[in-house]
């Protein structure tokens, strides 16, 4: 089981909610990040970036998302059942993050139904919200995740990888 | 001017299309993103991976994303011009992407339009294409982009930031 108490399908009803936890941005990380994958001025120069349209530096919403994700991994959709995602749906970023800024996840059931083509699974449709501490949004998406029933005791559906 | 020619919201016109090139995807990189993003056992253990249900190592979504990004900073929404996103409609991982891939990154306008509340800038739906060297569809999205219009030669409309 993981630590979050869910582990397979059978575990994760709609509208259940999850406290995924927070975590801290550093401006270091941030420009380190951009620096990689998205390097516009108010991503990775400090300077332009007060003078930019965010008036300071603030994360590329890749870099929040990659953030978010890993609270979501550790809490919410467990390594050992887990079979991928098809991708999301809405990912918005209404406010900025700044460094400095803490980020608070809660995750909540949307949908959850058995694959009809694949019967060693099932399909989550999640909703991903992630605000500051001063509880302004700053990012939110709906998850589609494919994710392992239950085995049965006899090991009938363990599937592939089991 | 950037290097695709393409600067203010004046440049982009409805139906334009982009080659914004290609990068290849290191196994090193693949699980370095994904311990610190994304460490579930097929984006870090190519052991494990092996046998899971993607028969080997696969790129975390997110790095993908982060990879596709910076091909589009480098030759779409040029960095000077940029004003940010909204975020994304439809984000979708339709195939794995795997240690030595090459992801090709298409981009295509599908609506250029003024803001109507902002008079310095504009609104840009784009549609984003990767697909790997066998011409799999490895990510597609559609992306809701702000972006500066030209400044008036007084400089009238250089906005914030100018």
Not at 93 to 106: E, F
């Amino acid at each position: 089981m993981s630590a979050s108490g869910l582990t397979y399908f059978e575990d994760y009803a709609p509208g259940m909610t999850r406290d995924c936890g927070s975590v801290s941005v550093d401006q270091a990380e941030i420009i380190s990040f951009a620096r990689q994958f998205d390097p516009q001025p108010f991503h990775v120069d400090p300077v332009a970036a007060a003078d930019g349209p965010f008036g300071g530096l603030i994360a590329s919403g890749w870099h929040t998302a990659g953030l978010v994700m890993r609270l979501i991994v550790d809490n919410y959709v467990s390594p050992e059942s887990s079979l991928g995602s098809v991708g999301l749906d809405e990912l918005r970023w209404p406010n900025p993050v700044r460094p400095g800024d803490t980020l608070r996840v809660h995750v909540t059931v949307l949908e959850a139904r058995r694959s009809q083509s694949k019967p060693d699974r099932g399909i989550l449709r999640t909703l991903i919200q992630a605000e500051n501490q001063d509880g302004e949004p700053v990012m939110r998406a709906t998850s589609i995740n494919f994710i392992r029933v239950r085995p049965a005791p006899g090991g009938e559906h363990g599937g592939e990888g089991e």
